[in-house]
């Protein structure tokens, strides 16, 4: 079956400009999570979302917005992008509504560089 | 919150040894713990996970121990291949958790990552 699917796989934008990545989970998977990969930081977690409600959220500004259609694609978007922003944006899926009970799936990721 | 502490940063071993990657957590109401591979240009993927009710599980080569009184897994993989070469990051998360600011839900907190490379 599909894994998960983000797009695109590379982007550049310039500071101060907004970007939106997409994500579709595998089939049947209602829960998305969104993570941050950097060198410095490692894995952050973003926010996580099930049924087009964010149910959790992590520590991140609010330029850093998500949201899930009803198909469970999920898109999220930086605003006023910062050089800072530059990282590995990693989506995961699972199918159970406690979405750690049968585990994560990840994509391959989107790889941004704010110049 | 939780936070997750992973040793060694990286790891050489000779192909057909042993290695041994070690991570302490926080939270003692973390009750899930996963292990993932990351290889060059490709996301995490999962290779085995432990629940808080269970002091180990192996999978072939691979296998994870808890203890859950020092707050330590462990991840353990024999017969080591070139092929196992990659970045390995432990996780630990709460199954239906519900924090005072919120819930568990979909967040993983991830250890630094091992870099492991297997020597021909």
């Known amino acids: 079956k599909a894994g998960v699917t983000q797009t695109p796989r590379y982007l550049i934008k310039t500071r101060g400009q907004q970007v939106t990545l997409s994500c579709s989970p595998i089939?049947?998977?209602?829960?998305v999570s969104w993570y941050q990969q950097t060198p410095g930081q490692g894995l952050q977690f973003l926010f996580e979302?099930?049924?087009?409600?964010?149910?959790n959220k992590g520590n991140f500004p609010g330029r850093f917005s998500g949201r899930q259609f009803s198909n469970s694609r999920s898109e999220m978007n930086v605003s006023t992008l910062e050089l800072g922003d530059s990282a590995l944006y990693l989506c995961?899926?699972?199918?159970?509504?406690?979405?750690?009970?049968?585990?994560?799936?990840f994509g391959s990721g989107t790889r941004l560089t704010v110049v | 919150g939780e936070n997750v502490e992973q040793h060694p940063s990286t790891l050489s071993v000779q192909e057909g040894d042993s290695a041994v990657i070690k991570c302490t957590y926080s939270?003692?109401?973390?009750?899930?713990f996963p292990w993932y591979k990351q290889e060059l240009g490709k996301g995490p993927q999962l290779i085995i996970d432990?629940?808080?009710?269970?002091g180990e599980k192996k999978d072939q080569r691979i296998a994870v121990t808890l203890n859950k009184t020092a707050k330590h897994f462990s991840l353990h993989i024999t017969e080591t291949q070139p092929e196992d070469s990659a970045v390995y990051f432990c996780?630990?998360?709460?199954?239906?958790?519900?924090?005072?600011?919120?819930?568990?839900?979909?967040?993983?907190?991830f250890g630094q990552g091992t870099i492991l490379t297997v020597h021909p």
């Open positions: 995961a899926s699972s199918r159970s509504l406690d979405s750690a009970f049968y585990g994560y799936t």
């Open positions: 089939s049947g998977h209602r829960s």
């Open positions: 979302y099930f049924s087009e409600t964010q149910r």
């Open positions: 939270d003692s109401a973390s009750n899930y």
């Open positions: 432990i629940r808080s009710n269970v």
């Open positions: 996780a630990a998360s709460g199954i239906g958790m519900r924090g005072a600011g919120g819930t568990s839900y979909g967040k993983l907190t």
